[in-house]
């Protein structure tokens, strides 16, 4: 039996031993208390019980618990120039049985394990058996939900804003979103600002469940993203329009 209720207490009491006054960390749990929201909204939608349920929001609340420790030591939430935070949030749990201060089902701390390893991974571990597939699958819905809508708010300061505008989408980047496959930062040879936004666009092409798509077209995100940005190369600002257009016809073909 989950406790949702004690178990936010206990991860608010997990993150007050950080800075707290610090953005970035602030910003990390806000993210996960609204991740559970919307793992709860994906979990409504489909036919599970409601401890399946209360297991999926506990990995919602969960997922990102390496993220602060990685901040606190490495100074950023890069993974690849700290530490991968999903593996490192399972060996936080791990670390002398503090998982059991949220859940003592064995075969459900199994699940959480495999959903927090593979939140975050460009794409999910081989031979997961179907239960824990189901995990990982909603909370990495219900993750680039909120980081689409942390690109609507949150990311991106004055000075980035300004070297998207004066970027140059090129075929290597916009092919990848016609062709409908997420983007592996990793395989850019030019690395920029203007990479990241589309990284994230293309989360829409590793969403799993219809009402996450609907989540996604209620909030506008998308639209949002797109109306953060004037792009001062004529070609690159019709590119982009043509992009937006693509993506917003790709929504609405899966919630239809």
């Known amino acids: 039996m989950i406790d949702i209720n ?8 997990y993150t007050e031993k950080f800075d707290l006054e610090n953005e970035n960390i602030k910003r990390k749990q806000l993210h996960s208390l609204r991740v559970i929201e919307i793992s ?7 036919n599970l019980s409601n401890e399946e349920k209360d297991l999926a929001i506990l990995i919602g609340l969960l ?30 749990l791990q670390k002398d049985n503090y ?6 089902n064995e075969e459900d701390i199994n699940i959480i394990y495999k959903a927090i390893k593979n939140h975050n991974k ?47 989408l090129t ?30 666009l293309a989360f829409l092409f590793d969403i799993n469940y219809k009402k996450s798509f609907e989540i996604i077209y209620e909030e506008n995100y998308i639209n949002k993203i797109f109306q953060r ?6 070609e690159t600002r019709i590119k982009t329009k043509e992009v937006q257009e693509f993506l917003n016809k790709y929504i609405k073909e899966k919630i239809t």
């Open 122 to 168: 460009y794409q999910i571990e081989k031979g997961l058996n179907k239960k824990q597939e189901l995990f990982c699958n909603i909370i990495r819905d219900a993750d680039k939900i909120d980081i689409l809508y942390e690109a609507t708010e949150i990311f991106y300061t004055p000075e980035q804003i300004k070297e998207i505008n004066n970027s140059i």
């Open 99 to 104: 998982i059991k201060k949220y859940i003592d």
């Open 171 to 200: 075929e290597e980047i916009s092919s990848k979103i016609y062709s409908k496959k997420t983007i592996n930062r990793n395989e850019f040879r030019k690395k920029g600002k203007l990479i990241d936004v589309f990284v994230i």
């Open 40 to 46: 709860g909204k994906i979990v409504e939608s489909i």
């Open 6 to 13: 004690k178990a936010k207490v206990e991860f608010l009491r």
């Open 63 to 92: 997922h990102d618990i390496g993220r602060f420790e990685q901040f606190t030591q490495y100074g950023t939430f890069r993974d690849r120039e700290s530490i991968d935070h999903g593996d490192f949030g399972v060996e936080i």
């Open 229 to 234: 940005f004037n792009f001062k190369d004529e």
